[in-house]
């Protein structure tokens, strides 16, 4: 039986847009199956948002740690945490909870990632693909309860 329907009447389930719901953090996922069946679900909306390449939990209303990558390949992340920065980028990034809006923030160009659904730790970096790493940076915040608004940088 599945943890939950993310499918409402035949049709794709809605990108939440309501900030106060986004600023809510997530909780830790418990078992793999419901890490993989919410990442499953989470890489399916993504496909039907073609300028999306990336996609939090959250954002479909589901409040656990769980977001999806998908740049050249498909990635899903497991209770991630980013366990190493370094190298700050200003990064022009957009949001599907925030259509139409393209913010200024800062970010990495490098991180690495640890993620219970992967053995070893991931790295990101720009050198293989900046945004890659910069989307991983977008999810994962998302699941801290933090928007790309928080991460606004002044431009002059």
Do not use: W
Not at 33 to 62: T, W, Y
Not at 132 to 141: A, P
């Amino acid at each position: 039986m599945p943890i939950f329907d993310h499918r409402a009447s035949g049709t794709i389930m809605k990108i939440i847009t309501d900030m106060d719901f986004l600023k809510e953090e997530c909780k830790e996922v418990r078992t793999m199956a419901e890490g993989e069946e919410i990442g499953l679900a989470l890489l399916n909306i993504l496909k039907a948002h073609p300028d999306g390449v990336g996609l939090s939990a959250n954002q479909i209303g589901i409040k656990k740690r769980v977001c999806v990558i998908k740049v050249s390949e498909s990635i899903v992340l497991v209770n991630p945490k980013i366990i190493s920065k370094f190298q700050k980028i200003n990064y022009k990034e957009a949001c599907l909870s925030f259509p139409g809006t393209y913010i200024t923030t800062e970010r990495y160009a490098n991180i690495m990632v640890k993620a219970d659904n992967h053995d070893e730790t991931l790295l990101f970096s720009s050198e293989k693909n900046l945004l890659e790493c910069v989307c991983v940076q977008h999810e994962i915040d998302h699941l801290n309860s933090i928007t790309m608004f928080d991460r606004k940088i002044k431009e002059e």
